[in-house]
């Protein structure tokens, strides 16, 4: 129940920002994915990719749109709310957040390059890809991030060390 | 390691095994949904249905609609990982808990779908609903919810489903465990 009073009131203010302002939080991190996932695509893509303004990587005819969702803001904040609603010290909330946040951050670069890649080589998969198992791995390693966070708060509090069980 | 393995071997499997299955599911569940929107709604928003994969629509004014199919699919993609890889769950209690979800899961996405008509609704109807200096109370909390739902409760309603199916089992043997020593004591009676 505490998951999704967290839940809401983070989105309660995540899209409050981005109906007013939207210049701390959803486009900053609409830009850093962009910008990002181009260095990425560049390096391991076996083609071209340009950044067409802040929020849309492309190449040739073909362009991946980095907006809310794809630019990772669901799993962050449904990671931010689980660690939240947990009772745990400050410190081991923050530890946890400085953990995982970035984990995420990368999983979803990988996520928009390999979009991108499958929109280039394999058009008619693009929808299976991007609506089905995309979104799924995402969800998928916010839950298994999450089982990791919950182990270690059990683990702290029994007093072990949590590399002994890992 | 093991148990991310097993997630993920058991995420794969799902979405093979619902692959060729799932784009009907949209188009076996649009039509209550229109129905039901149209016993709802006033006379002059009435759906009509264009196509079921993608979901297409248009209103009687003239207006239309669309949402992916596969934008619910996965959810059952993630509810039959979940089903699948949790630990502490019988089998029975695995193929008991898949229909039992994949009902719970069908109402959410009426209730689901409904919500994402309404605001696509309000965003053509009303635009000026977001301008937030004359604000709407029903167009703020449809879009509100409508946010809330894409981006987080879609992700989260089967596994919070998974979930209850593990709480409940472990309540169940619980119970067994505090009522076996006093079917022991029956017996030595």
């Known amino acids: ?166 | 390691m093991r148990l991310a393995g097993r997630w993920l071997a058991a995420f794969a499997l799902a979405n093979l095994l619902c692959w060729p299955l799932l784009p009907g599911y949209a188009a076996l569940l649009a039509p209550w949904v229109g129905s039901i929107w149209n016993v709802l709604a006033a006379a002059d928003n009435a759906l009509h249905w264009q196509t079921l994969e993608p979901l297409r629509w248009t209103w009687e004014s003239g207006l239309a609609g669309q949402q992916s199919g596969r934008m619910w699919t996965w959810n059952l993609t993630l509810l039959l990982t979940g089903l699948a890889a949790v630990d502490g769950l019988t089998w029975r209690q695995r193929l008991i808990g898949l229909p039992a979800g994949i009902g719970a899961l069908a109402i959410w996405h009426v209730f689901d779908l409904l919500l994402s008509m309404e605001s696509q609704w309000l965003t053509l109807h009303q635009p000026e609903g977001y301008n937030l200096a004359s604000p709407s109370l029903w167009f703020l909390l449809i879009k509100f919810l409508n946010n809330l739902t894409v981006l987080g409760l879609r992700q989260l309603v089967p596994l919070l489903l998974v979930a209850a199916a593990w709480q409940l089992a472990r309540l169940r043997s619980k119970g067994a465990a505090v009522q076996q020593p006093h079917h022991g004591a029956d017996q030595q009676q």
């Not at chain 1, 996932?37 to 849309?56: K, M, N």
């Not at chain 1, 969800?139 to 069980?165: K, N, T």
Request: proline share 4%.
């Open chain 1, 1 to 166: 129940m505490l998951l999704l009073v967290w839940l809401a009131a983070l989105h309660g203010v995540w899209q409050l920002e981005r109906r007013t302002t939207n210049r701390y939080l959803d486009r900053p991190l609409t830009v850093a994915v962009t910008a990002m996932s181009g260095l990425v695509a560049d390096v391991i893509l076996p083609f071209p990719v340009e950044r067409r303004g802040d929020s849309v990587l492309a190449s040739g005819n073909t362009a991946v749109i980095v907006r809310a969702g794809c630019n990772g803001a669901e799993a962050l904040l449904l990671m931010l709310a689980g660690i939240l609603a947990v009772p745990a010290s400050s410190s081991m909330r923050l530890a946890a957040l400085a953990r995982y946040l970035p984990a995420l951050f990368v999983l979803n670069l990988v996520r928009v390059v390999g979009l991108l890649f499958v929109m280039v080589r394999f058009p008619s998969s693009i929808g299976w890809m991007h609506d089905q198992v995309a979104q799924g791995v995402m969800i998928v390693a916010v839950l298994l991030m999450w089982m990791d966070h919950l182990r270690r708060l059990d683990l702290s509090a029994r007093g072990q060390p949590v590399s002994e069980a890992a």
